[in-house]
């Protein structure tokens, strides 16, 4: 970014997400799950739950496009 001149980093895109994402009450594993985040460390959570979730993320981030005007 900054070769670009672009004067931000992904981290404040990343943290606008995710406060955004709260203060709508989206689901808080989907929020995690786009932000590339593990989720989950015992072991019902990290052996038997594998889904992705992609079905809720797509809903997710395609909401987000809207509110900051992509979508």
């Given at each position: ?21 709260q ?13 590339g985040?593990r ?33």
């Open positions: 970014m900054r070769r670009a001149g672009i004067d931000a980093s992904p981290h404040g895109f990343r943290s606008t997400f995710r406060t955004w994402a203060s709508r009450g989206e689901d808080w594993e989907a929020s995690e799950l786009s932000l985040h989720v989950g460390s015992s072991v019902s959570s990290s052996c038997y739950a594998r889904s992705d979730m992609l079905a809720l993320r797509r809903g997710l981030q395609a909401r987000y496009a809207k509110a900051v005007g992509l979508g």
